[in-house]
């Protein structure tokens, strides 16, 4: 695979987190093994939650925020 066959949603992500360099690296091994698919999702109802109140999110993040 060539370096400009990357896939510039894959670019976008791996870019957020490691160098140009790294990013090609990451993406030419995952091509390697995998192929890269993009999924789409359209909900049809979101819904929120109220994290603050519910004690198994607090007490597991609580040993994290100190």
Same mark, same amino acid.
């Given at each position: 695979m060539d370096d400009k066959d990357m896939d510039q %949603? %894959?670019?976008s992500i791996f870019s957020r987190y490691m160098s140009e360099k790294e990013a090609r690296g990451y993406? /030419?091994?995952l091509s390697e093994l995998t192929e890269w &698919?993009? &999924?789409i999702v359209k909900p049809i109802h979101i819904a929120s939650f109220d994290y603050? /109140?519910?004690a198994k999110y607090?007490? %597991?993040t609580k040993k994290y925020t100190s």
């Amino acid at each position: 695979m060539d370096d400009k066959d990357m896939d510039q %949603a %894959a670019h976008s992500i791996f870019s957020r987190y490691m160098s140009e360099k790294e990013a090609r690296g990451y993406w /030419k091994g995952l091509s390697e093994l995998t192929e890269w &698919v993009i &999924v789409i999702v359209k909900p049809i109802h979101i819904a929120s939650f109220d994290y603050s /109140k519910d004690a198994k999110y607090l007490e %597991a993040t609580k040993k994290y925020t100190s």
